[in-house]
């Protein structure tokens, strides 16, 4: 079993499949899964594809990333709970997120992107970034 975004790595390194630039110009941040990342080392993959699609100037990393990266609270399976005390941890990592001043987030966890997008419209920020998935980034 390989994740997407290996998947996605090896089709494009192997010249099977042959993305477009189609983002230039958006500020991008890269967010780490915890389960891809922390848990099965997968940091690479994620980036290579993110950069098949997008100019390399494009692409930010946020301060806490890779193994020090702030999970989007869907880990452990917070996305069930309704948390009453605090900051949602999406919210927290959202905060986080956008000290880049990103027009997209690309994640690359279909968690991830359910967290992250709720907290984008509890923030009200839905004109201004976008959250979405590295798969859907190749045109």
Do not use: W
Not at 8 to 34: A, F, M, R, Y
Not at 86 to 107: F, K, Y
Request: proline share 3%.
């Amino acid at each position: 079993m390989v994740h997407h975004s290996e998947l996605l790595e090896t089709l494009i390194t192997d010249g099977k499949i042959s993305p477009k630039k189609t983002i230039n110009g958006n500020n991008v941040v890269i967010h780490d899964s915890c389960y891809l990342g922390r848990h099965n080392k997968i940091y690479d993959a994620p980036r290579e594809v993110l950069k098949s699609t997008t100019k390399t100037e494009s692409i930010h990393e946020a301060e806490q990333n890779r193994e020090s990266g702030t999970c989007c609270g869907a880990g452990g399976s917070r996305f069930l709970l309704e948390e009453s005390t605090g900051t949602r941890m999406s919210h927290h990592r959202l905060d986080e997120l956008m000290t880049t001043n990103p027009e997209t987030i690309a994640v690359s966890c279909p968690y991830c992107v359910l967290m992250l997008e709720d907290a984008v419209k509890a923030r009200g920020l839905q004109e201004k970034v976008k959250v979405r998935d590295i798969g859907e980034m190749i045109k």
